[in-house]
């Protein structure tokens, strides 16, 4: 076969080339999920790309959405790119990605530049409480989905938010521990300048607080000396807070420290080890996302596992459906987390 074009589709697919166009164009309002699952269905198995230069003319619009991610060397940045990706190309769409390192200015710099290339759409996994560096652009009409980053007083009325519940992570971590016996905690979380950090937080105080301890006896690891440039490297800083932190007196320091996420708890695993100590027996250690890496070091990560796909693919699919003509209004769409318990968190040491 040469060219697949809209007419091989609709045929595999047994549907209308009208349909398969509404489907690539977004107008599924009044269709079945079955349908529209079986024509993109078809388009991946047909490996059918749209003419974007034809699809420009007609709509006016560029069929590629950017991503601005903090930065892929975290792998949980990396997943998610590839799932975006992946929702993306299934319905004829590319991604153009980008690293802010959470900095407003370089959020601002990328948006512009995706706006000069035609991209109306993007979603923006920035967690910082304010969009307001971006507010002129969405007055604009730029579509923008906020990943990773709960609805704020203030928010303009057109921004999507998608998000996990992370206040309910970080207490089901804490409430793991607590049940293990464990009562000298440590939170490690870097800067807590964003969102879904200033969250997780929340919910290791709060769970403290449901056992009647007092959260203000934890020991809060916000970044101690380190410049705020360290902020970046989740694991080298892990590291640094777990030889802080057990440097005290045995009596007296934490067995049970819960982490921003999981590159930050590889890091604490290692500093553990540079104490002389055991992880999972001297101390406890759970982390947040569930990438990859977790269930392959050892001992094996206790977390709390996010539904990275489902997350992406909701993202992915509110940004489209704006783009391509549904109303620009505000919404959050708020995902449930899952305790993942394994080797790195056990009883508490008496």
Same mark, same amino acid.
């Given at each position: ?134 507010? +002129? ?10 990943? +990773? ?202």
């Amino acid at each position: 076969m040469g060219s697949v074009t809209i007419y091989h589709v609709a045929k595999a697919a047994r549907v209308s080339p009208s349909t398969v166009s509404n489907v690539l164009n977004g107008r599924v309002d009044r269709m079945l999920p079955e349908t529209r699952r079986r024509v993109e269905h078809v388009m991946k198995r047909l490996d059918y790309r749209p003419n974007r230069t034809a699809r420009r003319l007609r709509t006016g619009r560029v069929a590629s959405i950017g991503l601005i991610v903090p930065s892929v060397a975290n792998p949980f940045w990396g997943a998610f790119a590839r799932h975006i990706e992946a929702a993306a190309l299934a319905v004829g769409y590319h991604v153009l990605l980008c690293n802010s390192e959470r900095d407003p200015e370089r959020e601002r710099s990328y948006v512009d530049e995706l706006w000069t290339e035609g991209i109306r759409g993007i979603v923006l996994c920035t967690s910082l409480p304010s969009l307001a560096h971006l507010s +002129d652009k969405l007055d604009d009409g730029l579509s923008l989905v906020a990943f +990773d980053r709960t609805a704020q007083v203030g928010d303009p009325p057109q921004v999507v938010n998608v998000s996990l519940d992370n206040a309910v992570g970080a207490q089901l971590a804490t409430r793991h521990l607590l049940a293990l016996g464990h009562r000298r905690f440590a939170f490690v979380s870097g800067s807590l300048k964003s969102i879904n950090r200033r969250d997780r937080l929340r919910g290791f105080s709060e769970a403290l607080r449901s056992e009647d301890l007092d959260p203000e006896q934890a020991q809060i690891w916000s970044g101690g000396n380190l410049s705020p440039d360290a902020d970046l490297d989740a694991a080298g800083l892990g590291r640094a807070a777990a030889t802080d932190l057990l440097a005290g007196d045995p009596q007296t320091r934490p067995t049970a420290i819960v982490a921003v996420n999981d590159m930050c708890a590889l890091g604490i695993c290692a500093g553990v080890r540079d104490a002389g100590l055991e992880v999972g027996r001297d101390v406890s250690v759970t982390g947040f996302d569930d990438i990859v890496l977790a269930n392959l070091v050892y001992p094996a990560l206790t977390t709390i596992r996010q539904p990275l796909e489902a997350m992406a693919e909701a993202a992915f699919d509110h940004v489209r459906r704006r783009i391509e003509g549904s109303p620009l209004t505000g919404e959050s769409l708020l995902m449930r987390p899952e305790l993942i318990v394994r080797q790195s968190t056990g009883p508490a040491p008496h």
